[in-house]
Every structure is written in C-alpha cells, then in structure tokens.
C-alpha cells in the first residue's frame, strides 16, 4: 500500500494523488501538505482549494522536535525525555539546555551555561524607572509583557536575529532576566523597594530572594520551596504549538527580535484560557469556598455557565501528567507551609467533576494550572503572580520554538490564507443616499 491519498473531486470526477508523511511515529503526526490541495479546482480559472482550519484543531503548522505530546495516552517528553524522568532528576536551567540545545548538558557545559544565566540576571537601571511609570495596582503581567519589550530598546543588536552568537547572547539575556522583571513586577505592585539579584545563589533561590527578601543581610531561601519551584519551572518551560508558542514563532517568523517575540508570547499566555488559567483557578476555588458548594459549581459549569478553570486540553483526552505530578508535590509543599483548605477543595472538585457524564465524555482532566496555583499561593506568591509565574520557564521555551523556526529552512513569513465570506464588489454610496 502506498503512501499517499487519492482524493476524487466529484465535482470534475478528476482524481488526485497527495503524499502521507510521516514525523517520527507512523500512528501519531501522519500529515499531508496542505498547498497540495491547490491542486483541485473545479474549473481551470478556480484558485483551488484551501484546507479550512479555525483555531488550527488539525493543522500541523511545522515540524519540531522539541517537545512530544500524546494526548490520549497523558505523554509529555522534551527532547525524547519522559517530564517525569526529567521532574525527578534534573533543574531548571538544565531542562532550559536540554530544550533549547537537543541534549542534556555535559558537567563543563552546565556549568557555563549556569554561569551565563546567574551572570545576566541584572536589568538596565533605567528599566526601575520605566517600571516605577506604572499604576500602583498595574497588573504584574501587564508590567511583564511591556518591560519584556521594552528591552528591546536596550539591546538593538538583536535585530540581528541570523547571527548565532548575537541569538545565544539574548536568550542568555532573556532567561535571566525574566525573573527579575517578575520580581521587580511584584516589589513594585506592594510598594517596597526592588532586590537587586544575588548571583551566589541558585535561579530559583535567587528569585525567592528578588520576591521576598526584606531587610536580613543574606535571604536564606528554605531548600524545599527552592526545589518546588525548580520543579515547577521545568514542568512548565515548553508544550509543542500552544496558543504562546504559536504567537512567538508567528512574530519571530517576521525576523522581529526575540524580545518583542517573547512579550507577545508572554500577551497571549496572560489570556484566562491560556497560562491566566492558573489565576483563575484560585479565584474560582476562593469563590466556591467550602466543598459542600463543588456540586452546585459543577452543575452550573455543565450548563456553560462557566469554565472549571484548570480542567480540559486542547491535546490532552487524558489526565495532564504536569498535573499528576504537580497533585502529589503539592503535600510535600503543604507540608512545610502548612495545609490549605483550597488543596482539599481542589481535590474534591476533581472527584467529583471525574465521576460525572459531563467530563468523563468530553475527556475534561485536571490540566498543569488546576494545582499549579495551589502550590504557589501555599508558597506566598499573590494570585496576580501566576500567569507571571508561568512566563518565566516558558521563556526558555518560547525562546527554543523560535530558535528552531528560524533555522527551519521549510520556515518562511507566517502568513495564513482566509475563506471570504463578506460582500461582492460594490460601488461608493455619498452619504446623502445611505440609510436611504
Ligand atoms: C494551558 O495548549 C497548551 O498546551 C496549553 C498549556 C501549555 O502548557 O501551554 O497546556 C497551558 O493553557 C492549559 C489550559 C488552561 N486553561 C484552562 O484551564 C481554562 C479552562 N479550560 C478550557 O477553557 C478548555 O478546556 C481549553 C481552552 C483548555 C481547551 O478548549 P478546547 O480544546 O477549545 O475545547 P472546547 O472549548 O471546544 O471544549 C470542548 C467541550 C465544550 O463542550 P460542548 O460545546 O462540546 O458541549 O468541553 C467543554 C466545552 O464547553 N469544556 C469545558 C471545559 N473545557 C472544555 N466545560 C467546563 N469546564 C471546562 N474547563
């Protein structure tokens, strides 16, 4: 059996052959080049066909070996790795590497990539007066997105989005910088002065320190918070074509640079049904209150009333294994913070909503924000800070999408095609005969 699709046009009864292809795995990403279709027309001054594609639910929009995703068996791997091999044994900036670079670092390489990201954690002193601009109660991803562009104007080289050196410098710049905009974002939205970064700690603790150190010396950051947060961050650093990593290899594909590529990846993360999901959870959870409301809340979300903010995928038909991973963490989180209410409530909600036709039909599962934002408040960030919180990793993400578009050669300008549904040609109408 051949390859390929023979497609009839009843139209014409004329017969066309269009090639199957294959990514790695013949049962997942079999895909067919949509220009092919141009082919069949229905006469010879016909454009030819387009494949109709809203929201792209079937459309393979590139070819990328970054993250592996299959939906209906729960499996997430960057580069090849299993997330939970990765959740287990390795770091954040390592798990960066590995997704940025194809290949787990070897020690000399870990070592210099760690000293360039510690070492680029400092932002333009002229960046706290751009933030000091903002309103008191500005929302911090507000501040994020615009301060993440706004660096495009400290670091004009980076238009030069083909020069490899000049493209390794900025995502050196951007995964360090990242953290300290989040924090500057947050010092800022309650008034206290900013923390400058103290390179003799890790990323993740010297982060804790830019958000929460006061008046001591030294912040000392707790061990156990450290390493939640690196975990966090790893399980949350890239997702194959999400809405933001659609949107980042969309402008990059125009040869903006990469910081104004990643504000506006970070734009369309901050949206409620994207990575605003995890704020939302919790504002859900603070309004259902007490369990003994979850089957009221339940049976209003089946009736569309609302989301159940942090439940279903776009790929996943099955439980989200961030979530998986993030339910069992969250108990070693409470255990130093001390127990949540929410964390019983978000359980119940989950027992409950999975028992029930409604999801259990429409394959809705916990996804990576319906516990995310748990562990992060139980950990004493605000709720504004989660859509923030989740920006940060996903750089590393957004930044390894953009890095293989670019050197795509299949890659160019993205640019899709519209089916016209409007008015046929009409003439001017002078404003005395309109309405007439
Ligand atoms: C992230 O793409 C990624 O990879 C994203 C992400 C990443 O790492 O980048 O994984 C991060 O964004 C996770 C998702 C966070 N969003 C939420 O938790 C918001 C709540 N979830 C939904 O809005 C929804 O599930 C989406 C947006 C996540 C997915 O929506 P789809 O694929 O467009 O599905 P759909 O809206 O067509 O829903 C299918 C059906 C509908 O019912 P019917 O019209 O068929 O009767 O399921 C229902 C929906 O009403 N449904 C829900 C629901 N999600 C879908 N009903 C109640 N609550 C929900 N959460």
Redesign the pocket.
């Known amino acids: 059996m051949a390859d390929t699709l023979t497609i009839t046009d009843n139209r014409t009864g004329r017969q066309y052959e269009v090639p199957i292809n294959y990514g790695t795995y013949e049962d997942y990403g079999a895909s067919s080049p949509a220009i092919d279709l141009r082919k069949i027309k229905g006469s010879e001054e016909d454009f030819g066909l387009l494949s109709y594609d809203p ?1 792209y ?1 079937n459309t393979a929009s590139c070819k990328s070996a970054v993250t592996f ?1 299959d939906g209906d068996r729960g499996i997430l791997r960057y580069r090849g790795y299993p997330i939970e091999q990765l959740a287990e044994e390795s770091s954040y900036l390592e798990v960066a590497y590995l997704t940025l670079f194809g290949e787990l670092p070897t020690e000399s390489e870990l070592a210099g990539w760690t000293y360039e990201i510690l070492h680029h954690t400092f932002v333009h002193e002229n960046v706290k007066k751009l933030m000091d601009g903002f309103h008191h109660d500005a929302h911090p991803m507000g501040m994020f997105v615009s301060t993440v562009a706004a660096l495009s104007t400290f670091y004009p080289e980076a238009r030069e989005v083909h020069d490899a050196d000049v493209r390794l410098k900025q995502i050196h710049r951007l995964i360090a910088k990242v953290p300290t905009i989040a924090a500057f974002a947050y010092r800022h939205s309650i008034g206290l002065p900013y923390i400058y970064p103290d390179n003799e700690l890790s990323f993740t603790g010297n982060f804790l320190n830019m958000m929460f150190r006061i008046s001591e010396p030294a912040y000392d950051p707790d061990p156990v918070l450290e390493r939640a947060l690196d975990l966090l961050f790893i399980l ?1 650093v ?8 659609s949107v980042m290899r969309g402008i990059g594909s125009s040869h903006a640079d990469p910081y104004v590529s990643v504000a506006g990846a970070a734009a369309a ?1 901050y949206g ?7 704020e ?2 919790l504002r859900m959870l603070n309004e259902i209150r007490t369990v003994d409301r979850v089957p009221e809340y339940v049976e209003r ?2 009736k ?1 009333e ?11 038909k099955n439980y ?1 294994p ?1 979530a998986r991973i993030l339910k069992s963490m969250a108990s070693e989180v409470l255990e130093v913070t001390g127990r949540s209410p929410l964390l019983d409530l978000a359980m119940e909600l989950e027992r409950i909503a999975l028992e029930d036709e ?2 259990v039909e ?1 394959n ?1 599962y916990p ?4 516990y995310s934002g748990i562990i992060y408040k139980a950990m004493g960030f605000p709720v504004d800070m989660f859509p923030v919180l ?1 920006a940060i990793p ?1 750089t590393a993400g957004w930044l390894a999408q953009w890095l293989e578009m670019l050197q795509d050669p299949e890659q160019k300008i993205a640019r899709p095609r519209q089916v016209y549904v409007g008015k046929d040609e009409r003439d001017y109408q002078v404003i005395e005969k309109r309405g007439v």
């Open positions: 929201a639910m995703i949350h890239d997702h194959e074509q999400n809405c933001s990593a993360l409620p049904l994207h990575g605003g999901a995890n939302q959870v979300a089946k569309g609302f989301r159940l903010m942090g439940f279903g995928h776009r790929v996943y989200d961030r409604y999801f429409r809705l996804n990576v924000d319906f989740f996903r």
